[in-house]
């Protein structure tokens, strides 16, 4: 299976900051298709996780551009700007290149 | 708006099944697969599987073939998930997810293993 490691495990960031989140699999995410299949999502506390950004770079309906990912390969950022306290919670990288899918280990944001 | 309805909490015993419902609106249930992801505070989020909601086809993570099995009923556009023998280690979130980016989540199922 391929491995999704997030780091860090947990981020401390001031309201109005910017921070981001490392996401490195184990093996090239890039589809036979073109395609790479790495998704960004955030579950806030108690809730289901959201998408946020869906084939690297691309956000989803309502996402605020804030939000931005970047990468390729086996290497992606999620960056998050102007902090705002509806940010925080848990981030998890997801790929749906190589079956089965799997995700990240997550990356708690807090405030500082 | 898209929604997925899922059943409410179950607290069951070892060795026995529980079955999870998880009903869709807002959309034609028909034209996207539903997937399955378990959540624990152990091993994080684990992907089970997804059902072909046309079809009625399946396709499962090898670590939940045996323990979960997909199933759909069309006329009421609800998927079911059906895990068997269960064990503590069963214990855990489940969620079901439209298609195969989990663009949208129901709200989860907790299952609780326990005698």
């Known amino acids: 299976d391929v491995v999704m490691t997030q780091t860090p495990v947990s981020l401390s960031v001031s309201l109005g900051g910017q921070t981001s989140i490392s996401c490195r699999s184990s093996q090239s995410l890039v589809h036979s298709d073109g395609n790479t299949y790495l998704y960004w999502y955030l579950q806030k506390p108690g809730q289901s996780p959201q998408l946020l950004i869906y084939k690297v770079s691309n956000r989803f309906s309502g996402v605020p551009d804030r939000f931005s990912g970047s990468g390729s390969g086996t290497d992606f950022t999620l960056k998050i700007s102007r902090v705002e306290p509806e940010d925080l919670g848990v981030y998890y990288c997801y790929q749906g290149t190589h079956y089965p899918w799997t995700f990240g280990g997550g990356t708690k944001l807090e405030l500082k | 708006q898209v929604q997925l309805q899922q059943s409410g909490t179950e607290l069951v015993k070892p060795a026995s099944s529980v079955k999870i419902s998880c009903k869709a609106s807002?959309?034609?249930?028909?034209?996207?697969?539903i997937s399955w992801i378990k959540q624990t505070t152990g091993q994080g989020l684990e992907y089970i599987g997804y059902?072909?909601?046309?079809?009625?086809?399946?396709n499962y993570n090898e670590k939940f073939k045996g323990k979960a099995t997909l199933t759909v009923d069309k006329s009421s556009s609800t998927a079911f998930m059906q895990l068997s023998s269960l064990t503590p280690d069963d214990s855990a979130v489940y969620y079901c997810?439209?298609?195969?980016?989990?663009?949208?989540w129901g709200q989860g199922t907790l299952v609780t293993v326990s005698s």
């Open positions: 997810a439209r298609g195969r980016t989990f663009a949208y």
């Open positions: 059902i072909n909601t046309g079809s009625g086809g399946t």
């Open positions: 807002g959309y034609t249930f028909t034209s996207y697969y």
